[in-house]
């Protein structure tokens, strides 16, 4: 697991203690909407090399968790550390910048562009030299390769990175969106329901993938209505009921009755 290693030595210099943070926590998350609180003193942590859920009914209040953990909405009270330091977002650039890395359900893929074209998007490479950078040439070879690399290291298989991503299948959109999120998000990456609207076979292609994200101790947080999704990959489960995190389990220590229990209220955290 990732984190922050400490040596503590007596005279001897024998002995040694090992301290080690969570890649993200909150603590004491509350926000409100007007009148309307939408989560109250809401906690959450996830390691690195950890693949975490978040569930929930709707209105529970995992979407503006995930909203305030990516900068989007900047909570009322409560803190957030990344690797054992408090840091606060002010934006979603902030967050980006810290290494937070969101893919939501939408993608904000254009359509229009290639493969290569959308994992760089807002982050195209100048050409190196320093004519053609001036006159802002990119440097296409180079985000062809980077963008290579990192769909191969998730193993994941696109026909033609030059093909627009409006022929591509909706579980090759979804993996190509993640492949960006690794490529630029250093610590977290969160999903938010990378499997919806997915058939059998792409939705097993989105989840090897994200096996392959926990590989490279990458902490990922993953909110989904999917139970069957969430029991197949995840390490551990954080529920949330009206803005509050009720309970967390070990995903092998828990089953799908005891979850919906937490989810609906049957069973108490």
Same mark, same amino acid.
């Given at each position: 697991?990732?984190?922050?290693?400490?040596?503590?030595?007596? !005279?001897?210099?024998?002995?040694?203690?090992?301290?080690?943070?969570?890649?993200?926590?909150?603590?004491?998350?509350?926000?409100?909407?007007?009148?309307?609180?939408?989560?109250?003193?809401?906690?959450?942590?996830?390691?690195?090399?950890?693949?975490?859920?978040? =569930?929930?009914?709707?209105?529970?209040?995992?979407?503006? &968790?995930?909203?305030?953990?990516?900068?989007?909405?900047?909570?009322?009270?409560? !803190?957030?550390?990344?690797?054992?330091?408090?840091?606060?977002? +002010?934006?979603?650039?902030?967050?980006?910048?810290?290494?937070?890395? +969101?893919?939501?359900?939408?993608?904000?893929?254009?359509?229009?562009?290639?493969?290569?074209?959308?994992?760089? =998007?807002?982050?195209? $490479? %100048?050409?190196?030299?320093?004519?053609?950078?001036? &006159?802002?040439? =990119?440097?296409?070879?180079?985000?062809?390769? $980077?963008?290579?690399?990192?769909?191969?290291?998730? /193993?994941?298989?696109?026909?033609? &990175?030059?093909?627009? =991503?409006?022929?591509?299948?909706?579980?090759?959109? !979804?993996?190509?969106?993640?492949?960006?999120?690794?490529?630029?998000?250093?610590?977290?990456?969160?999903?938010? $329901?990378?499997?919806?609207?997915?058939?059998?076979? $792409?939705?097993?292609?989105?989840?090897?993938?994200?096996?392959?994200?926990?590989?490279?101790? &990458?902490?990922?947080?993953?909110?989904?209505?999917?139970?069957?999704?969430?029991?197949?990959?995840?390490?551990?489960?954080?529920?949330?009921? %009206?803005?509050?995190?009720?309970?967390?389990?070990?995903?092998?220590?828990?089953?799908?009755?005891?979850?919906? *229990?937490?989810?609906? /209220?049957?069973?108490? *955290?």
């Amino acid at each position: 697991m990732g984190g922050i290693t400490l040596a503590l030595a007596d !005279q001897s210099g024998a002995n040694t203690k090992t301290l080690s943070h969570p890649a993200i926590e909150a603590k004491d998350i509350s926000h409100s909407f007007g009148a309307v609180k939408a989560l109250v003193n809401a906690n959450i942590s996830v390691s690195a090399g950890e693949v975490k859920a978040i =569930v929930g009914d709707n209105g529970a209040g995992k979407s503006t &968790l995930l909203k305030i953990l990516s900068g989007l909405v900047i909570p009322d009270n409560g !803190q957030i550390f990344l690797d054992g330091e408090k840091v606060s977002f +002010t934006s979603p650039v902030e967050a980006l910048k810290s290494g937070i890395q +969101t893919v939501y359900q939408d993608l904000a893929l254009i359509d229009t562009m290639s493969a290569t074209q959308n994992v760089f =998007v807002g982050r195209e $490479e %100048l050409a190196s030299n320093w004519f053609l950078k001036k &006159l802002g040439i =990119v440097n296409d070879r180079h985000m062809h390769q $980077e963008a290579i690399k990192a769909l191969s290291d998730l /193993g994941i298989k696109i026909p033609s &990175l030059n093909a627009t =991503v409006r022929s591509m299948s909706g579980g090759q959109r !979804q993996c190509l969106a993640i492949a960006r999120a690794m490529l630029f998000g250093h610590k977290v990456i969160i999903l938010d $329901e990378p499997t919806a609207a997915l058939g059998v076979h $792409e939705s097993a292609q989105v989840l090897s993938v994200v096996d392959q994200l926990r590989s490279k101790g &990458l902490a990922i947080l993953i909110v989904s209505h999917n139970m069957q999704h969430v029991f197949k990959i995840t390490d551990s489960i954080t529920v949330m009921r %009206l803005g509050v995190s009720v309970a967390s389990r070990k995903t092998k220590d828990t089953n799908p009755e005891e979850i919906v *229990g937490l989810i609906t /209220g049957a069973i108490s *955290g």
